[in-house]
Structures are given as structure tokens and as C-alpha cells.
């Protein structure tokens, strides 16, 4: 399993404290855009959920406020990626969505960001039948598979 890790020019000190504390349990991956006073978060959502392996990695985003990021990475497909602020919306993201990605504000604490990102990590997708329900939806909507709305 990888990290994968990006931000938009918000997010660059945050990112690179995460970076330093993650590469102690995991490899980590950054994205290949360089930031820039000008960049946009989109780019770097793309960059990073279109290149991780979506079976195995995860992915952790950053931008001004975690939700623009959390917006674009939700458009790759196979994707799913909740703007998450504290240790219970870290572990409900992965048990109950099972959110291959998710996305902080930068302006979060170094501390809290990094224990939400372990917290995260170490999460494992219920396999609860409802969970697992509403998961299957929500890939067969995505497929164009699911219209029993």
C-alpha cells in the first residue's frame, strides 16, 4: 500500500509535516505538480486519484478548506473521497464508506492531521450488509449500472 499525498498552495506546509510523519509507515507517494502561488486543487485531486492503485492506496488531499479538493477527487472514477475534520469522520469514512481517499482543510493542527491520517490509514471497511449495500450503489451509479431510484 501507498499514500498519496498532494496539495494546492494552501496545503504545501501541512503536506510536507504529513509527508515527513508518514514515510515512517508507509511509502508515500507525492504528486508530480509543483505548487505554485497560483495553482488550482483540481489538478492536483487528478493528478494523484487517476495514478494510485484503487484496490490497495490511499490517497490524502489538502486544500484551503478540504471540500474543492474532496469535490474534484470525487470525478475520478472509482474514487471515494470524504472531507474529513476530526478522529470519528476518519474512521466512518473508510468503515462505512470505504473512502479510498480523503481530504483535510489546511489550516487543520499538524497533530490532529496526521492522527486523523492514522486513523484513516488504519481503518478497515465495514462488512456490514448495510455498509456494503450502500457502497454497491454507489459503484453501480457510478457505472451507470444502478436506476432504482
Do not use: Q, W
Not at 52 to 78: P, Q, R, T, W
Not at 104 to 113: F, S, Y
Request: some cysteine.
Amino acid at each position: 500500500m501507498s499514500i498519496y499525498i498532494a496539495s494546492d498552495h494552501r496545503g504545501v506546509e501541512l503536506k510536507n509535516f504529513l509527508v515527513n510523519k508518514l514515510k515512517e509507515v508507509s511509502n508515500v507517494v507525492r504528486s508530480d505538480i509543483e505548487n505554485g502561488p497560483e495553482d488550482d486543487y483540481p489538478d492536483f485531486a487528478f493528478d494523484v486519484c487517476s495514478k494510485m492503485s484503487l484496490e490497495k492506496d490511499l490517497a490524502i488531499l489538502i486544500c484551503g478548506n478540504g471540500i474543492g479538493i474532496s469535490i474534484a477527487a470525487n470525478k475520478v472514477k472509482g474514487i471515494r473521497c470524504g472531507r474529513v475534520v476530526s478522529l470519528d469522520d476518519a474512521l466512518a469514512s473508510k468503515e462505512h464508506n470505504h473512502a479510498n481517499a480523503i481530504s483535510i482543510p489546511a489550516n487543520m493542527t499538524p497533530e490532529l492531521a496526521y492522527n486523523i491520517c492514522l486513523n484513516f490509514i488504519n481503518a478497515k471497511p465495514s462488512t456490514e450488509d448495510r455498509h456494503v449495500r450502500r457502497v454497491n450503489k454507489i459503484i453501480a451509479y457510478e457505472n451507470g449500472e444502478y436506476n432504482e431510484l
